[in-house]
């Protein structure tokens, strides 16, 4: 499957966590390759297509800090869904990045 263009979308947040959305697309398919960020208090990072949880991993900040990143991932997204990186909770600051890529 040729990848025809890179993408990436962030968002940040302060007490509710935050919500990184590619938005559905009718006619491309998303592959999402990473997601990375930060999060003040321990939390949930997931990628979801709008509906399903793909990804899921737990961030324990007194064990692995407040920086996370998970790369070279293949996690294709089905067309016309969005992509959706998550951070579900923090406690006053937080950051989602998620990237990737599209095909026709």
């Not at 025809?4 to 302060?14: D, P």
């Not at 592959?31 to 208090?41: E, K, L």
């Not at 949930?44 to 990804?55: A, K, R, S, Y």
């Not at 991993?57 to 992509?83: E, H, L, Q, R, Y």
Request: overall charge negative.
């Amino acid at each position: 499957m040729p990848y025809e263009s890179n993408w990436s979308v962030t968002a940040a947040g302060t007490d509710s966590g935050a919500t990184a959305t590619l938005a559905a697309d009718s006619t491309r398919q998303w592959i999402v390759t990473g997601i990375a960020g930060h999060t003040d208090t321990d939390s949930t990072i997931q990628i979801t297509d709008g509906t399903n949880v793909l990804f899921e991993s737990k961030i324990d900040v007194s064990v692995s800090g407040i920086d996370f990143i998970f790369s070279n991932m293949v996690i294709p997204i089905g067309t016309g869904n969005a992509a959706k990186g998550i951070v579900t909770s923090s406690s006053s600051d937080c950051q989602v990045t998620i990237w990737g890529s599209s095909a026709p």
